[in-house]
């Protein structure tokens, strides 16, 4: 675990019984909510094999578990890749991605695509998300390939400890305006809004 999940964990273990996040339907999230989720994230991930030096991609639709599903793919040792979601279907790139994320409906009409021999389809029930499911590859290779925002978990650290609390955060897809806040938010024991993400797609 790096010095920067155990601050977080720590916190929402000191928040346990407390409201940590607020999703934009007005439903609050306690440290238990979310610790359970990252719990069973973890879980199901290194039950599927995904382990350090893999990467993860997080383009889902429900903002309220990507500080799980972060958690969870770090304590793992995992290179996570945050991808805004598109109203497009997204290609699959399992030769890369040992685990991907999208929208409910997304993975539905991937699932269709799939080759069962190398890509399952796993569901979970979490405290954010009881219609959640997740793609695993499972012959992924080690990622190769170097995204345009990288920061390691040290670095995010630093970065979350002084930055300044904020009440709400509109965009956990905007490092600067939303991603960072939360964690900074997280580390502080802040209580945070999550308002919908502006790169949601919604229909013309």
């Known amino acids: 675990m790096s010095q920067l999940t155990k601050a977080i964990t720590r916190q929402l273990q000191r928040q346990y019984a407390e409201p940590v996040f607020k999703a934009s339907n007005g439903t609050w999230y306690t440290g238990a909510d979310i610790l359970e989720d990252l719990a069973l994230c973890e879980t199901s991930l290194q039950q599927q094999n995904v382990h350090a030096g893999q990467a993860i991609l997080l383009s889902p639709m429900q903002a309220m578990t990507i500080p799980s599903l972060l958690l969870a793919s770090w304590q793992l040792g995992l290179t996570v890749t945050l991808t805004p ?120």
Not at 136 to 160: E, G
Request: proline letters at 10%.
């Open 85 to 204: 979601p598109s109203p497009r279907l997204p290609e699959l790139a399992p030769q890369v991605y040992a685990a991907m994320v999208y929208s409910p409906t997304q993975t539905n009409q991937l699932a269709t695509q799939l080759d069962p021999s190398e890509i399952s389809v796993l569901t979970l029930i979490l405290n954010t998300a009881p219609n959640f499911a997740y793609l695993v590859h499972d012959h992924a290779q080690p990622l190769a390939r170097h995204s345009q925002l990288q920061f390691t978990q040290s670095q995010l650290l630093k970065l979350a400890e002084h930055g300044h609390p904020r009440e709400q955060v509109a965009d956990l897809y905007d490092f600067e305006t939303g991603l960072l806040p939360c964690l900074t938010d997280l580390i502080t024991a802040t209580p945070i809004t999550m308002q919908a993400t502006k790169n949601a797609f919604l229909p013309n």
